[in-house]
């Protein structure tokens, strides 16, 4: 059995691998009133903003996401999801993309801040040993007053890939298949509020949760 520290460091090259079959994930016909509703409800969080994205991925929800945004900085440890993200609807005189780790942005934007920052479905990933660091390593790229956009699934019995093993850290473990036939073991954890609560230290913060996914924002 791999311990949680080999997950983490396969899961990179497991979303390469995914890459041109990722966005199937978002074709289950159950799923579609809540992924119009989370495309609505983007387009309205970064109006006007110079926002950081974290692990872009192969930028799903950017057409929405970044319509009105002041500028956008997409960013991800795979080049291969970014090239397809560059294939997507995008005005490319306000949305750029950059190779950079989640966990050391500072290395990649070198002083440049941002006054919004969202993670589509990847806080998930995010051990929960490193949860409290990853959000200090946001923050510290982001302005007085910015605002954090994050979105991640939820974990619906019957529906979700379940939940193979949990370590003694509290993280639990998924085993997926690629089209290839492949198996990979995945790190997945589903936050609660509860959690957010603790993370945040007090900070105001907005939770909601949807029928496949939930939704907190909250400002810097």
């Given at each position: 059995?791999?311990?949680?520290?080999?997950?983490?460091?396969?899961?990179?090259?497991?979303?390469?691998?995914?890459?041109?079959?990722?966005?199937?994930?978002?074709?289950?016909?159950?799923?579609?009133?809540?992924?119009?509703?989370?495309?609505?409800?983007?387009?309205?969080?970064?109006?006007?903003?110079?926002?950081?994205?974290?692990?872009?991925?192969?930028?799903?929800?950017?057409?929405?996401?970044?319509?009105?945004?002041?500028?956008?900085?997409?960013?991800?440890?795979?080049?291969?999801?970014?090239?397809?993200?560059?294939?997507?609807?995008?005005?490319?005189?306000?949305?750029?993309?950059?190779?950079?780790?989640?966990?050391?942005?500072?290395?990649?934007?070198?002083?440049?801040?941002?006054?919004?920052?969202?993670?589509?479905?990847?806080?998930?990933?995010?051990?929960?040993?490193?949860?409290?660091?990853?959000?200090?390593?946001?923050?510290?790229?982001?302005?007085?007053?910015?605002?954090?956009?994050?979105?991640?699934?939820?974990?619906?019995d019957g529906d979700s890939?379940?939940?193979?093993?949990f370590d003694a850290e509290?993280?639990?473990?998924?085993?997926?298949?690629?089209?290839?036939?492949?198996?990979?073991?995945?790190?997945?954890?589903?936050?609660?509020?509860?959690?957010?609560?603790?993370?945040?230290?007090?900070?105001?913060?907005?939770?909601?949760?949807?029928?496949?996914?939930?939704?907190?924002?909250?400002?810097?």
């Amino acid at each position: 059995m791999q311990t949680s520290d080999n997950v983490e460091q396969a899961m990179p090259r497991y979303y390469a691998q995914r890459a041109a079959e990722y966005e199937r994930v978002f074709d289950k016909p159950h799923r579609q009133a809540d992924i119009a509703t989370l495309k609505a409800w983007l387009r309205g969080q970064f109006a006007g903003r110079h926002v950081l994205e974290v692990a872009t991925g192969t930028g799903f929800w950017l057409p929405e996401a970044t319509a009105d945004a002041a500028s956008w900085l997409g960013t991800d440890l795979n080049a291969e999801v970014l090239a397809i993200a560059r294939l997507k609807p995008l005005d490319f005189t306000r949305v750029g993309f950059e190779l950079a780790n989640a966990y050391a942005l500072g290395d990649t934007l070198r002083g440049r801040r941002f006054d919004a920052a969202f993670a589509g479905l990847w806080f998930s990933h995010v051990p929960m040993s490193r949860r409290e660091a990853w959000l200090r390593g946001l923050h510290a790229q982001l302005s007085r007053g910015a605002r954090v956009v994050l979105m991640d699934n939820r974990y619906v019995d019957g529906d979700s890939t379940p939940v193979t093993r949990f370590d003694a850290e509290g993280n639990g473990f998924q085993r997926r298949q690629l089209s290839d036939g492949s198996e990979h073991e995945v790190l997945k954890n589903f936050p609660t509020a509860d959690e957010f609560a603790a993370l945040l230290g007090g900070r105001p913060f907005e939770f909601r949760e949807l029928g496949y996914f939930w939704t907190l924002v909250y400002e810097v």
